[in-house]
């Protein structure tokens, strides 16, 4: 099974790329599943976000058009904040999502990517704010799958490298809250792209993960063109047997259906 969980296309503000071009870069890559997981930010975007009903409605027609080709799912990734949780919540539950990622692309409306948020902190400052930001989100809000790129904020960090050993404590009590909620973590391949020097989550963070007995775990390129899709997918998949983890999953009508690796 060869599945990327975290794809966007023109239903996404910072993309481009239709759909049906994907699913096409998906066939010649060998891909058994694609789940779509375009953007929504309620806070800091307003008619930037996805506009579900064109979306659900072309995913519908390649679903049809490519059936007994290549599965495809109905994602979604809502960029959460704690005042921003009830929205979210109200659109899990009115649409027939596939699967979730909630992710953390800003805090109090401060993007990470423009470094609004980061200006005026320290280094330590804005990555433990970064932190305690998640940790208040999957203590808030429920209403999803997996936590996507956990430590996205090390993206767009321009103080370098912060060592693993300065946010375990931090992460740690995400983790713990992600599996006792019977929730996942994606590892988020968009770290080769970036060239950072480690995978997204670390290999620290994904141990720390399996060791607490994480194991509901996507895979997924959050590519925004075709020529990232699946990236460096063999290799990833290596490193995860390496830490000891055995499956990964997919997605159907939110449950998760686990592969082995």
Not at 112 to 141: D, I, N, P, S
Request: proline share 2%.
């Amino acid at each position: 099974m060869l599945a990327d969980y975290h794809v966007h296309t023109y239903y996404s503000d910072d993309s481009t790329c239709p759909m049906e071009d994907m699913v096409l870069q998906g066939l010649r890559c060998g891909l058994d599943e694609i789940s779509f997981t375009e953007h929504v930010d309620y806070g800091i975007k307003t008619d930037l976000n996805c506009d579900y009903e064109k979306y659900m409605a072309e995913v519908r027609q390649l679903q049809e058009k490519y059936a007994g080709k290549i599965t495809l799912r109905l994602g979604i990734e809502f960029g959460v904040q704690v005042e921003t949780a009830a929205q979210f919540a109200a659109d899990a539950a009115r649409y027939p999502f596939d699967f979730i990622i909630m992710s953390n692309h800003q805090v109090d409306n401060k993007e990470f990517w423009t470094y609004e948020f980061q200006k005026g902190r320290t280094q330590e400052e804005y990555q433990t704010a970064y932190y305690a930001a998640l940790l208040q989100m999957v203590r808030c809000f429920k209403e999803y799958n997996v936590l996507g790129h956990l430590d996205m904020i090390k993206r767009y960090d321009k103080c370098g490298d912060y060592p693993d050993e300065k946010i375990m404590n931090l992460v740690d009590p995400i983790l713990r809250q992600v599996i006792a909620d019977g929730k996942g973590i994606e590892l988020n391949t968009s770290s080769f792209k970036y060239k950072l020097k480690d995978t997204m989550p670390s290999r620290s963070i994904l141990q720390l993960y399996h060791d607490l007995g994480g194991h509901i775990l996507t895979i997924g390129s959050d590519t925004h063109e075709t020529q990232h899709l699946a990236d460096h997918f063999t290799e990833v998949r290596h490193l995860l047997r390496e830490i000891g983890f055995k499956e990964f999953c997919t997605f159907e009508q939110r449950q998760p259906v686990f592969h082995s690796l």
